[in-house]
């Protein structure tokens, strides 16, 4: 009984990587140790095992190694946020493309040592018109060949008390440079304005000229689903959701498939010889 303890442990500390991903324990010495030293325990006595018994412990064997192998080997969980449209180059996992419609990403992506799960995160949306009506183009400040909308909110900072994500982007045709931060719905109603919807995020921007001073008007909150007058510009916002991904290391799918087919053989022809 205890043979066949040591094998669904083993299997199951490797299978964990891959039902629960990302998990830091996944990388540590003791936990691929403990998945080993199972199934040498398990080994114990081989010669006087059946050979159902040996091809289960054969199959546990291959599992076991592909998990320790992810687990001492494999690059650490990685956070990927991309723009829709966008194809991100990540360092450890490689090219990532994120599909314009936020329904269309998968909540779980699997790759051959490697598994991508999708969590919500708020971005905004920007449409800005000048004086006179004509859209603007929408560019990265760093960036101005990459137009996008969206924008991703990555950095984070301490406004009135709060840790509010932040982000910035640039109007090129007018030499504007916008810097933005996103109050979600519970932080927006702590700000206490009349203005302020009840229950709604809010986006406050900064338009700064081209030494990035702040314009006169230059400062405006901006309900999420309004536009407003600042500095000149009209600035719409809507605060949407759409996913980033978890990039985690798992083990080397071909060679744990096989271990579990090997162990599946060696338990059928145990009960059933």
């Given at each position: 009984?205890l043979?066949?303890?040591f094998?669904v442990?083993?299997?199951g500390?490797?299978?964990?990587?891959d039902?629960?991903?990302?998990?830091?324990?996944?990388?540590?010495?003791w936990?691929?140790a403990?998945?080993i030293?199972?199934?040498?325990?398990?080994?114990?006595?081989?010669?006087?095992?059946?050979?159902?018994?040996?091809?289960?412990l054969?199959?546990a064997a291959?599992?076991?190694?592909?998990?320790?192998?992810?687990?001492?080997?494999g690059?650490?969980?990685?956070?990927?946020i991309?723009?829709p449209g966008?194809?991100?180059?990540?360092?450890?996992?490689?090219?990532v493309?994120?599909?314009?419609d936020a329904?269309a990403?998968?909540?779980?992506?699997y790759?051959l040592?490697?598994?991508?799960?999708?969590?919500?995160?708020e971005?905004v949306?920007?449409?800005?018109?000048?004086?006179?009506?004509?859209?603007?183009?929408v560019?990265q400040?760093?960036?101005?060949?990459?137009?996008?909308?969206v924008l991703?909110?990555?950095q984070?900072?301490?406004v009135?008390?709060?840790?509010?994500?932040?982000?910035?982007?640039?109007?090129p045709a007018?030499?504007?440079s916008?810097?933005v931060v996103?109050f979600s719905?519970?932080q927006?109603?702590?700000?206490?304005?009349a203005?302020?919807?009840?229950g709604?995020?809010?986006?406050l921007?900064?338009?700064t000229d081209a030494?990035?001073?702040?314009l006169?008007?230059?400062?405006?909150?901006?309900?999420s689903?309004?536009s407003?007058?600042?500095?000149?510009l009209?600035?719409?916002?809507d605060?949407?959701?759409y996913?980033a991904?978890?990039a985690?290391s798992?083990p080397f799918?071909p060679l744990?498939a096989?271990g579990?087919?090997l162990f599946g053989l060696?338990?059928s022809?145990?009960?059933?010889?």
């Open positions: 009984m043979f066949w303890s094998l442990c083993a299997i500390m490797t299978l964990a990587q039902a629960v991903p990302g998990r830091a324990v996944y990388h540590s010495g936990y691929n403990l998945a030293a199972l199934i040498v325990l398990a080994a114990r006595g081989l010669r006087k095992r059946t050979l159902p018994q040996k091809l289960a054969a199959g291959l599992v076991t190694i592909s998990g320790a192998v992810s687990g001492l080997t690059p650490d969980t990685q956070l990927v991309g723009a966008a194809t991100i180059d990540t360092r450890d996992y490689g090219s493309a994120f599909p314009i329904a990403v998968p909540q779980r992506r790759g040592a490697s598994i991508f799960v999708a969590h919500p995160r971005v949306h920007v449409s800005v018109t000048d004086a006179g009506g004509n859209h603007l183009t560019t400040p760093s960036n101005s060949t990459f137009l996008s909308p991703m909110m990555q984070t900072a301490r009135a008390n709060m840790d509010v994500l932040t982000d910035e982007f640039a109007l007018v030499s504007r916008v810097k996103l719905a519970s927006a109603a702590f700000l206490r304005r203005d302020m919807p009840a709604k995020p809010a986006a921007f900064d338009v030494k990035g001073r702040t006169p008007d230059g400062l405006g909150l901006v309900p689903g309004e407003k007058t600042i500095a000149g009209t600035i719409a916002a605060v949407q959701t996913p991904l978890d985690s798992a799918l744990t096989a579990l087919l060696g338990v022809r145990n009960r059933f010889r």
